[in-house]
């Protein structure tokens, strides 16, 4: 089994992340020596081989984006093709189709890295938009109001919930379907509640979300392909 380490000084707790090739990074604290790695990996080997084999049975699959003209683009689980223009700098959903205007004064407008440029504003905005009116209006159904709500780029993480009542998302959850994104936002207003994973915390959770479980193992299934 083959595996990358990285170490930090600020970790206390070690732990196994499948990342979306099927590769293996494990993270330990500074002092964790190569044997306690290997001997902590040996012991996570079927957990390990259960991950990979969700990541091969997954709904969607990995996208490797060249954003040119007629691509896919995933937005709140729906399959959007790109259209590419040129003009002002922007862009709008229609039907099934995401149009990219992109400004004629670049030496190339419609280069790779211009149209990702474009799209991962567009779709920050829409994150940021999307959660804050999912997130207030659940919190009001169910008496739990953060003071703040925003979005970041998380690395392995779709949320987090501050104990003083902050809220921030991973935007890229904005690819996921609305069941998906309905669920990280219950899912972070609970800890508003209870800072904690707890049976009582879950028991809360699957007062607004029943079938939670299910849409966690989705979560844990095609996080690889949230992404842009």
Request: include cysteine; glycine fraction near 4%; aromatic fraction near 12%.
């Amino acid at each position: 089994m083959e595996y990358t380490i990285t170490r930090k000084h600020h970790r206390k707790t070690i732990s196994i992340v499948i990342l979306p090739d099927k590769s293996i990074e494990i993270r330990a604290p500074f002092y964790f020596n190569d044997r306690e790695i290997d001997s902590f990996a040996s012991s996570k080997r079927e957990w390990i081989a259960r991950r990979i084999s969700e990541l091969n049975t997954a709904e969607y699959t990995r996208p490797h984006h060249q954003y040119i003209q007629g691509e896919n683009f995933l937005f709140m689980g729906k399959h959007y093709s790109l259209e590419l223009n040129r003009g002002r700098r922007g862009v709008v959903i229609s039907g099934r189709s995401l149009f990219v205007t992109a400004p004629t004064d670049t030496t190339d407008c419609f280069d790779k890295e211009v149209v990702k440029a474009i799209l991962q504003d567009f779709f920050i905005s829409k994150a940021r938009e999307i959660l804050r009116l999912k997130t207030t209006e659940t919190g009001k159904l169910y008496n739990m109001q953060p003071v703040f709500i925003s979005v970041k780029d998380y690395r392995s993480r779709w949320g987090c919930c501050f104990s003083d009542g902050r809220i921030f998302y991973n935007w890229k959850i904005i690819f996921a379907p609305e069941t998906i994104i309905d669920y990280v936002v219950t899912h972070e207003l609970c800890h508003l509640r209870m800072p904690n994973h707890s049976k009582k915390y879950w028991e809360l959770v699957g007062k607004i979300i029943p079938d939670w479980q299910e849409k966690r193992k989705w979560l844990r299934m095609n996080s690889h392909a949230l992404d842009l």
